[in-house]
């Protein structure tokens, strides 16, 4: 008796795990597809990359080393807002994001209490959603490079004709981002 169960019960297993797995390959498969990757290094921001704005905030690194090669994005008491990423949904993908993420590396001599990236999505420049993650606490020491991941859900009906900017900003404090990378997830 104690046989018949101890095979009745491996052929669960069995079953269980292999019917597992052909759940998780389309699963894992389907989300790569469903993504749309940008990033930004900030090295290449004079040749007018489409979809990006704000070239003026893109500057030699002034204190050290830039995250990568020379150039970083620079916000300060006259500049608000870092170069800028800002599209039309419709132009990234024909689908409605559920999620943006943005990843980067932040770096300020002095980190301000409103340090942060920005997600803002605007029809016709009206605002809609507007969410920012803070990064104050990200930069534990002044002047040096910290990443940072933030992760926007969108948790309200969105319109394709709708567009999404995302930037970094500092409360008129010298800040530094560099090396963006931003993850629509559908
Ligand atoms: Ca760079």
């Avoid at 704000?54 to 006259?78: L, P």
């Avoid at 990064?135 to 910290?146: C, Y």
Wanted: proline fraction near 4%; include cysteine.
């Amino acid at each position: 008796m104690k046989n018949v169960l101890f095979i009745a019960l491996a052929g669960l297993f069995v079953y269980g795990c292999s019917n597992s797995n052909q759940n998780a390959i389309p699963a894992s498969g389907q989300a790569e597809q469903n993504q749309v990757v940008i990033t930004n290094d900030m090295e290449n921001a004079a040749a007018m990359i489409p979809s990006w704005i704000n070239e003026v905030t893109v500057v030699k690194m002034e204190n050290g080393k830039a995250h990568s090669g020379e150039f970083v994005s620079k916000v300060d008491d006259k500049i608000l807002y870092t170069y800028t990423y800002r599209e039309f949904f419709e132009n990234i993908s024909q689908k409605l994001p559920k999620r943006v993420v943005v990843n980067g590396w932040v770096n300020s001599p002095d980190p301000s209490e409103n340090l942060g990236i920005v997600m803002d999505i605007n029809e016709n420049n009206v605002n809609k959603i507007w969410k920012s993650y803070s990064l104050t606490k990200t930069v534990e020491s002044p002047g040096k490079w910290f990443e940072f991941t933030a992760y926007f859900p969108i948790d309200q009906p969105i319109q394709k004709n709708w567009q999404v900017k995302i930037y970094g900003y500092s409360g008129k404090k010298l800040a530094y981002f560099d090396d963006l990378k931003i993850t629509f997830e559908y």
